[in-house]
Structures are given as structure tokens and as C-alpha cells.
């Protein structure tokens, strides 16, 4: 189960990775709604901690989208005037702000869902407009560094979510790990390019509000892989249409 985790989400988020490097940091960040973090996080706390435990942690998930899209659109605004490093620990501090907000909050399913599709879509409204950029050139080491991280936040997660207990888990498994790596690396080459890689992450992230609707309650009645399998199924139709958004404002 160790050396699962171990080499799960590094092979997954290479393989975004190497996308973006075919189609741009658009369509890179694009991808990165379908949670390929948060997934395996909640499919090995769901085997390990059971169904109901990781019902609660999707639900924690779908409103850690919130602080999510907020570390987007602020690191947006930053990346015009400000170096990577900067924009990066600011949009940390208003992660961890949203994110330290919205632990005590108790909502229904239904409506965290409805609270995070209507941010959402007023995020995507807010962003600063970004050039057309080519695509991202190819860091030496970017690739190594999105695959260690990825291994680390899933054994680190899984490992500890008894600890933290599954509102907690669920948060932190929103955290923008991979599009940190993505916007920062996309910065390095130019803001504009980083902003398209974030708003391409916003307007994907339609797919993994879909994918903890269902993921939640489907735990609770159905066999952990009919859960899983459902969940993808659904979220994969929100992403294909989510697509025609990102070829529109490339």
C-alpha cells in the first residue's frame, strides 16, 4: 500500500505536466481540476480510515476549493508586480486564512457545493486579464519537483488523517501543492503565462466540486469502487464541457 501511494500521484501529475508542455499552461492548469491530489488522498483514507470517514473528508475537500481558488486569484493580481516567492507566500497566508475560516463551518453537501460553484464562477469573472502566451518551457529540475511533491502530500496526508480528523484532511487536501509549481515555473517565464495557468486551474476546478458531490453521499451507499468509479465518471463530463471555457480564453 506504501509503495502505491508512493508512485500514484507522482505518475499522475507527471503526465498533466507533460501535457502542459504540449498544449500550454493554459490547458496544463485546466487539468489539474480533475484531482489527481485530493483523489488518491481521499481513495487511501477511504481504505484506511473507512466510507464514512472519508465522506466527511470529501465534504471538507469540496469547501476546501474555496481557499483554493482564493490562493488563484490572488496570486494572480501579485505576479504582475511582484517576484514568484512573493506571490507564492501570499497566496499561502490567504489559503491558510480561507482555509482556517471555513473550519468550523458546518454546511450541508448541497449547499457547500452551491457556495463553491457561485465563487467559482465570480473568480473566473475577477481575474486580471492575461496576454496569449506560448507554451512553457521546460524547467530542469520542475518535473522531479512536482512528482516528489505529489508522493509527499499524499503519504503525509493519508498518514496523519486520523490526527487531523477528515474536516481538517479535507482542507488540507485542497491545498494548491501542484498549482504552485505550475504557476510558479509558468512566472518564471511570465506573469501572463502564470495568470493562464491559474484561471485554466479556476475554470477546472468545476470538475472536482462534481467529483466530492458525488464522492460524499455515493460512500455512504456504495461499494468504495462503484463510489470512486461514479464519482470520476461525472466529474469527467464536467471537464470535457469545461474545456470549450479554456479554448475560449486561452
Known sequence: MLLFKIFLAPVLIALISLA????????????LGIPFNSGPILFF?????????????????????????????????????????????????????????????KLSLVWSFLVVVVTLAL??????KA??????????????????????????LTSFARLLGPMASGLLSAFPAYTTILAVFAHRQSAAAAVTVLKGVTAGLYTAAVFYLILAPALLHLHIAAA???AIAGGLVIQAASLFYVRRNP
Not at 134 to 151: E, F, H, K, N, W
Request: with cysteine; proline share 6%; hydrophobic share 50%.
Open 45 to 105: 483514507i477511504s481504505l484506511e480510515q473507512g466510507p464514512q470517514f472519508a465522506s466527511h473528508t470529501a465534504l471538507g475537500s469540496l469547501l476546501g476549493i474555496l481557499a483554493w481558488v482564493t490562493f488563484n486569484l490572488v496570486y494572480s493580481y501579485c505576479c504582475p508586480k511582484l517576484r514568484w516567492w512573493h506571490s507564492t507566500i501570499i497566496g499561502w497566508i490567504a489559503y491558510f486564512a480561507v482555509a482556517a475560516t471555513l473550519l468550523p463551518v
Open 123 to 128: 473568480v473566473l469573472w475577477a481575474f486580471p
Open 228 to 230: 470512486f468509479g461514479l
Open 131 to 156: 496576454q496569449s502566451v506560448s507554451p512553457t518551457g521546460r524547467g530542469q529540475y520542475d518535473l522531479i519537483l512536482r512528482m516528489v511533491t505529489a508522493c509527499g502530500m499524499v503519504v503525509s
Open 20 to 31: 502542459g508542455r504540449k498544449w500550454g499552461p493554459g490547458v496544463s492548469g485546466w487539468l
